[in-house]
């Protein structure tokens, strides 16, 4: 798996007008899964997500995870993180996830960080989205499982 971090003042997802996900102050992710992806992939990074210090401290030091300042999460299935161009120009998918599977460690890994007691708001798994957002920072990072 595969998730871009994106620190954010606000976020919100839209599918036919319709706002369907919104938070305050925290990560929007963007998650990729490929084929070789399980479970254990998707808990590895909902830790690693959950306790991730980006956040500053008193002192101005990126210090502070998401849980320590009560951080939301807007997630975005994302199989384009998954495209590959290394040959010609326009990309090829072959390595994004089947979207049954996709969608099922998608899921998972939203779950994983609701069980710790994190806000998490979705777009809708396979459909068209536009997602707003005020990057904090900017803070970007990607976190790649393997």
Same mark, same amino acid.
């Given at each position: 798996?595969?998730?871009?971090?994106?620190?954010?003042?606000?976020?919100?997802?839209?599918?036919?007008?319709?706002?369907?996900?919104?938070?305050r102050?925290?990560? &929007?992710?963007?998650?990729?899964?490929?084929?070789?992806?399980?479970?254990?992939?998707?808990?590895?990074?909902?830790?690693?997500?959950?306790?991730? @210090? &980006?956040?500053?401290?008193?002192n101005?030091?990126m210090? @502070?995870?998401?849980?320590?300042?009560?951080?939301?999460?807007?997630?975005?299935?994302?199989?384009?993180?998954?495209?590959?161009?290394?040959?010609?120009?326009?990309p090829?998918?072959?390595?994004?996830?089947?979207?049954?599977?996709?969608?099922r460690?998608?899921?998972?890994?939203?779950?994983?960080l609701?069980e710790?007691?994190?806000?998490?708001?979705?777009? @809708?798994?396979?459909e068209?989205m536009?997602?707003?957002?005020?990057?904090d920072?900017?803070?970007?990072?990607?976190?790649?499982?393997?």
């Open positions: 798996m595969r998730v871009v971090v994106q620190r954010a003042k606000d976020a919100s997802v839209k599918v036919h007008d319709e706002v369907v996900g919104k938070i102050k925290g990560f &929007v992710l963007l998650v990729g899964v490929t084929h070789t992806d399980t479970e254990k992939e998707a808990d590895y990074l909902a830790e690693k997500i959950a306790g991730l @210090r &980006v956040f500053e401290d008193e101005g030091k210090n @502070r995870s998401l849980m320590d300042i009560g951080g939301e999460i807007l997630s975005i299935s994302q199989f384009t993180l998954y495209g590959d161009t290394s040959k010609g120009r326009r090829n998918f072959m390595m994004a996830a089947k979207p049954d599977i996709a969608n460690l998608y899921e998972y890994f939203n779950n994983r609701r710790k007691g994190l806000i998490v708001e979705t777009g @809708r798994f396979g068209m536009e997602v707003s957002f005020t990057n920072g900017p803070v970007t990072l990607i976190i790649d499982s393997k």
